[in-house]
T-cell receptor, first 112, second 117 residues
């Protein structure tokens, strides 16, 4: 079946460090891919998305590129801030469905 | 902005109680969803509704039911709460049709943390 695998957390970084959170997927076909972020005590918010191969999603300094050849959608940010501390979820959705399939989430902690 | 409101942030219930979790959205979205979130498991879909009085089972519907009597409101019901239903419950909504690509985006409420003792 379709699934999403994320790197285990927590990821702990110092402020201004470079961030990569790995996400790979398994899907029969070509899904749309998403990163959602959950700040402490809040629900999930869409961070960025990509709907076809080689698309790059970007928002708030975060980027992710849809790589069909490696079935990946890794999240990157060049310089993290304390305010980026949150749980990040990678997700996919097939065109034939409204259902989102989520990874297990990766907690990011950024220290001053 | 889309607003998805869950009626309670925290609930404590006893085993065997009937529990209602309420969700309201204000953007006239056709689709509404209930997920549960557990550490290490991400979000798992419980039920989904694409119209009033319409529902579909998600991945883990056992022990739950839902009600959608009005377009803006989607209720999750635990008929007889059990301790293994202690979890964070998240409601979401989205558009049915692809109006400028918005179909892909689900908007989430802040969640209800339910403890069943």
């Amino acid at each position: 079946g379709n699934s999403v695998t994320q790197m285990e957390g927590p990821v702990t970084l110092s402020e201004e460090a470079f961030l990569t959170i790995n996400c790979t997927y398994t899907a029969t076909g070509y899904p749309s891919l998403f990163w959602y972020v959950q700040y402490p005590g809040e629900g999930l918010q869409l961070l960025l998305k990509a709907t076809k191969a080689d698309d790059k999603g970007s928002n708030k300094g975060f980027e992710a590129t849809y790589r069909k050849e490696t079935t990946s959608f890794h999240l990157e940010k060049g310089s993290v801030q304390v305010s980026d501390s949150a749980v990040y979820f990678c997700a996919l959705r097939m065109d034939s469905s409204y259902k989102l399939i989520f990874g297990s989430g990766t907690r990011l902690l950024v220290r001053p | 902005d889309v607003k998805v409101t869950q009626s309670s942030r925290y609930l404590v219930k006893r085993t065997g109680e009937k529990v209602f979790l309420e969700c309201v959205q204000d953007m006239d979205h056709e689709n509404m969803f209930w997920y549960r979130q557990d550490p290490g498991l991400g979000l798992r879909l419980i039920y989904f509704s694409y119209d009033v009085k319409m529902k579909e089972k998600g991945d883990i519907p056992e022990g739950y039911s839902v009600s959608r009597e009005k377009k803006e409101r989607f209720s999750l019901i635990l008929e007889s709460a059990s301790t293994n239903q202690t979890s964070m419950y998240l409601c979401a909504s989205s558009l049915l049709d692809d109006k400028g690509g918005s179909k892909n985006i689900q908007y989430f409420g802040a969640g209800t943390r339910l403890s069943v003792l």
